[in-house]
Every structure is written in structure tokens, then in C-alpha cells.
């Protein structure tokens, strides 16, 4: 016997299933260590339907789809439903951008400018409840 092991279909799918259970409790115990506020709510089954759509993006690699996933919490995706996110999904399948990556890349640049002005909004609006702005 030459030592080459053989394993039939039905094997291969168990172990297929195991290793997907086992990104997936990763991927929600990593979420929930860097974001335990946002991802308070975080389900198995909301990752699940996350992954399809990250998969219908080209996304594939551990290390975009968790940052796939990070994005979708700072977006205020809830964890549990499908995440619907337009703007997200439009940059995302934008063809005018080569790799999937350089989309997540650029969608990530478009987050971080909504929170900027979100923070600026909130701090000006601050400013003028504070009564330093008057109107006379």
C-alpha cells in the first residue's frame, strides 16, 4: 500500500461543513472582540447570508471578508438580516474597478467620509443648541 488516502464525496462534504462552521464561530467571535457594540447582535445566520452576498461581490479571502464584515457593522448593519446597504452595494459591484479589493478598498474611503461628516453634522448641530450660533 503506497499510503495515498482516498476519501469518497461524502467525506469530502463533512469536512467542507466542519471547516464552515468553524470560520464562522472565528468570524463572529473576532467581530464581537473588535466591535462588541456593534456586533451585540451578531448571528451565525446573519454572517451566513453576509458571506453570500460578499461571495456575489468576488470577495473571497479571509482577510476581505472580514474586513467586508467590519464595514457592514460601522455601516450599522444590525447582524442578524441580510445586510442592505444601496451605497455599499453599488460601489461594490462597480466594474470601473478592476479586483473586488480595490472596490472593498474604496468603499471603506466612503465610509470613513460619511462618519467624518456625521461627526462634523453632530458637533456643529452641538455648537447650535449650545446657543453659539444667534440669530438676532
Known sequence: MTGTLVLREESMAVL????????LRRMVGELRRQFPDEAEGLRPAGVL????????YGLSG??????????????????????????LDG????????T??????????HLERQLRVA?????????FALGTASVR
Not at 49 to 56: D, I, P, W
Not at 91 to 98: E, K, V, Y
Open 16 to 23: 467542507r461543513q466542519d471547516a464552515g462552521r468553524r470560520f
Open 49 to 56: 447570508a453576509g458571506l453570500a452576498q460578499a461571495r456575489s
Open 62 to 87: 479571509s482577510r476581505d471578508l472580514f474586513r467586508y464584515f467590519c464595514l457592514l457593522l460601522l455601516a450599522g448593519w444590525d447582524g442578524q438580516s441580510e445586510p442592505q446597504q444601496p451605497w
Open 91 to 98: 460601489i461594490l459591484r462597480d466594474s470601473r474597478m478592476s
Open 100 to 109: 473586488p479589493a480595490q472596490r472593498l478598498e474604496y468603499a471603506w474611503k
Open 119 to 127: 461627526q462634523e453634522n453632530a458637533a456643529a448641530r452641538r455648537r
